[in-house]
């Protein structure tokens, strides 16, 4: 990799995101748990996960903006989204004054389970978190709110690209 622009940039480069495929790694794990204490695939549990946490900050998903959450063709998310429904973890409501458009809502159930599970992680996330001070936190969110930027124009040119390009082997 390009090591012009010095002052170490590209080494700590390499360490910050050796961190983050950790936590990749970590968050992958607790995501497969998470689904085998529910009794669910890990790609439903991650659905009901995507759908309850919009849902929390208040930005409903659609099942189109679910599919692009999950990367899952169209066809594939609505069998999800019919396994899900089937078993009462969600339901699919058109509360849009276009009556076209489906939002997806996690049963009353998803949150209390996920809160049970995912609970005492926040606990001790909370304790590790509150030994720094919050201007720093608000950096570290910054810093990775510009990181998944970054990534996310990355992976859009890229997909672009490779929809333009023949595969060459």
Not at 65 to 88: D, F, H, V, Y
Not at 108 to 126: K, N, S, V
């Amino acid at each position: 990799m390009e090591e012009a622009m010095g002052d170490g940039v590209a080494e700590r480069r390499e360490r910050l995101m050796e961190a983050l495929r950790v936590h990749g790694g970590h968050y992958a794990e607790l995501s497969r748990r998470f689904a085998a204490w529910l009794g669910l695939h890990s790609t439903d549990a991650t659905a009901v996960l995507e759908i309850a946490a919009a849902e929390e900050r208040g930005t409903p998903l659609s099942p189109a903006r679910l599919s692009e959450r999950i990367p899952l063709s169209t066809g594939a998310t609505t069998a999800l989204l019919n396994r899900l429904e089937a078993a009462g973890h969600i339901t699919r409501v058109r509360e849009h004054s276009d009556r076209r458009v489906i939002t997806l809502r996690s049963g009353g159930h998803i949150q209390e389970r996920a809160d049970e599970f995912f609970g005492p992680l926040a606990r001790r996330l909370d304790a590790t978190m509150s030994h720094y001070p919050p201007r720093l936190l608000e950096q570290f969110e910054a810093f990775m709110a510009d990181l998944n930027t970054t990534m996310d124009t990355h992976l859009t040119e890229e997909g672009t690209a490779a929809r333009r390009s023949p595969d060459t082997p």
